[in-house]
């Protein structure tokens, strides 16, 4: 299967968009604009606003960079620009 470069560089961007979106709803969404909504459910004794905003927004980015890079190393594999 032949891809071009603009293929791998949409392929790359769609990837980057999706987890960019991803990063804010957590970041900014979850720890801040539905804090309140949130923070009617409880999660360790915490309000669940208040925790994404601490914790878990952390940890969601941990695994977005995983994911990140598994997915990179896929794509490079599938346009054949990988590392041996």
Sequence with gaps: MEHNGKTYWATV????????????????????????????ISLGGYPLGFWFAQQGSIYT????????????????????VHEE
């Design 13 to 40: 961007l769609s990837l980057l968009t999706k987890i960019l979106i991803i990063w804010f709803l957590v970041s900014f969404g979850a720890g801040i604009l539905f804090a309140p909504a949130l923070n009617s």
């Design 61 to 80: 980015f941990i695994v977005l960079i995983f994911y990140y890079a598994k997915k990179m190393g896929d794509i490079d594999r599938l346009f054949d």
